[in-house]
T-cell receptor, first 110, second 113 residues
Framework: AQSVTQLGSHVSVSEGALVLLRCNYSSSVPPYLFWYVQYPNQGLQLLLKYTSAATLVKGINGFEAEFKKSETSFHLTKPSAHMSDAAEYFCAVSGDQFYFGTGTSLTVIP | DGGITQSPKYLFRKEGQNVTLSCEQNLNHDAMYWYRQDPGQGLRLIYYSQIVNDFQKGDIAEGYSVSREKKESFPLTVTSAQKNPTAFYLC????????????FGPGTRLTVL
């Protein structure tokens, strides 16, 4: 079975600061890993996807994530936060079905 | 443009009434999913379908029903047996396998009055 754990349900950063959202996974097989973003009252939008082709995955809006097998982690980063990055972020792992984390709400302080 | 549509955006229901949420996709995807989202609880899988005329219960199927008569459509009925139906409902689709990326519709917010 697979599962994901997102550390920190709320994260606040200043505009221009580094964004780091943490995700750890559990999987008995090589996983597919995803990050999604959700703006208020909207559906989820795919940010990026790891499929074993490369450990560093670049996504949309300047986000990227690094797959670290030894740490079973897939943390999401962005070098410089923008006000428009304020949203809910979900990590997910796929196997027999999709498993979503409980989400991290990102606040960007002007 | 290809995508997933959900209607209505907002829905109000009186207690004891059944209500059906629409989900349509023109991506030619085989698999479709329904999730429920409550604050602080992430997404919980209600039902999913990998092929027309077949569907499986997810983690919280009680009080819900679905049908998959056409590849493009996967409507969800929230029945009166669902004791706490107020939530945000999300429909998704993926090309085929469970490892495939899921693409989401804009969601329907259901409120029970």
């Amino acid at each position: 079975a697979q599962s994901v754990t997102q550390l920190g349900s709320h994260v606040s950063v200043s505009e221009g600061a580094l964004v780091l959202l943490r995700c750890n996974y559990s999987s008995s097989v090589p996983p597919y890993l995803f990050w999604y973003v959700q703006y208020p009252n909207q559906g989820l939008q795919l940010l990026l996807k790891y499929t074993s082709a490369a450990t560093l995955v670049k996504g949309i809006n300047g986000f990227e994530a690094e797959f670290k097998k030894s740490e079973t982690s897939f943390h999401l980063t962005k070098p410089s936060a923008h006000m428009s990055d304020a949203a809910e972020y979900f990590c997910a792992v796929s196997g027999d079905q999709f498993y979503f984390g409980t989400g991290t709400s990102l606040t960007v302080i002007p | 443009d290809g995508g997933i549509t959900q209607s209505p955006k907002y829905l109000f229901r009186k207690e004891g009434q059944n209500v059906t949420l629409s989900c349509e996709q023109n991506l030619n995807h085989d698999a479709m999913y329904w999730y429920r989202q409550d604050p602080g609880q992430g997404l919980r899988l209600i039902y999913y379908s990998q092929i027309v005329n077949d569907f499986q219960k997810g983690d919280i199927a009680e009080g819900y029903s679905v049908s998959r008569e056409k590849k493009e459509s996967f409507p969800l009925t929230v029945t009166s047996a669902q004791k706490n139906p107020t939530a945000f409902y999300l429909c998704a689709s993926s090309p085929w396998r469970s490892t495939d990326t899921q693409y989401f519709g804009p969601g329907t917010r259901l409120t029970v009055l």
